[in-house]
């Protein structure tokens, strides 16, 4: 439960509906191994309908789709998670669209993020975007990582060691993508986040390359944003001086 907070009065805030991006945690914290959960799924999706994140101990990845709360299993099986499983990072909003893009194709992961980049120039680079592509994948690269034990090891082990990657070919679905702005890397990541699920909802995880046809795009432009810190022992005893951008942009 939030500190000094009554379970009643914190339903109140998060079941708005509003236009906020919600974070669980920063991409920080998580880098450093805190892996705890923080808040369950109900919360989650109290908060949002569309979205990514991971579970307890790095359980996976999480694709968060018509507000569903999937995971994408180190196995390569997708789940539908219970209420009751926590989480230690995750960002989500309720998806409304403000901006489209149909016929959009990406001969890789840098064409498409490159399109996207050039598509919220229009918009502005300083807002926040979660932006929902569904269209087809001849070929798709996935990771998802193993579920970690106690005493967590920084995330760039965890990706070094105990990822794994799947190559898919001639799927269709949607990958969801989330944008942050340079002046909030640390606290998320700088730029472009991108999960995939199929429309057969077998196959997805955080995405490592792609080709797309088809594609078309929906943009949620967002000004508002909300976190939900860990009320840890590891977080309250956590060192932040440690510059973390490479690392995130390691792993990610
Ligand atoms: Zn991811």
Do not use: C
């Not at 509003?18 to 945690?25: A, F, I, K």
């Not at 976190?227 to 932040?240: A, E, G, R, V, W």
């Amino acid at each position: 439960m939030l500190l000094g907070v009554s379970a009643a009065h914190a339903e109140n805030i998060f079941l708005l509906k509003d236009d906020s991006m919600h974070q669980v945690s920063m991409m920080q914290t998580f880098m450093h191994g805190a892996y705890d959960g923080v808040i369950t799924v109900s919360h989650l999706k109290a908060n949002g309908d569309t979205g990514l994140g991971t579970f307890e101990g790095v359980n996976g990845e999480m694709i968060v789709l018509d507000g569903v709360v999937y995971q994408a299993a180190a196995d390569g099986s997708i789940n539908i998670m219970k209420d009751n499983e926590t989480i230690p990072f995750a960002t989500v909003t309720n998806f409304d669209e403000d901006a489209n893009i149909s016929n959009i194709s990406a001969k890789d992961f840098n064409d498409l993020t490159a399109k996207l980049d050039k598509e919220i120039k229009k918009y502005g680079v300083n807002n926040m975007y979660v932006v929902k592509i569904h269209g087809d994948f001849p070929d798709i690269t996935v990771r998802s990582v193993e579920k970690q034990e106690k005493p967590y090891k920084e995330f760039t082990e965890v990706a070094a060691v105990d990822q794994k990657v799947f190559n898919y070919t001639n799927q269709t679905g949607t990958v969801i993508a989330i944008y942050f702005p340079e002046y909030m890397n640390e606290l998320n990541m700088h730029g472009w986040h991108l999960h995939f699920l199929n429309d057969a909802k077998d196959k997805g995880g955080h995405v490592l390359n792609l080709t797309m046809k088809n594609g078309s795009a929906q943009i949620d432009e967002i000004h508002e944003f909300k976190m939900i810190l860990p009320t840890t022992d590891t977080f309250k005893n956590m060192n932040f001086t440690e510059n973390m951008t490479s690392k995130i942009h390691s792993v990610e």
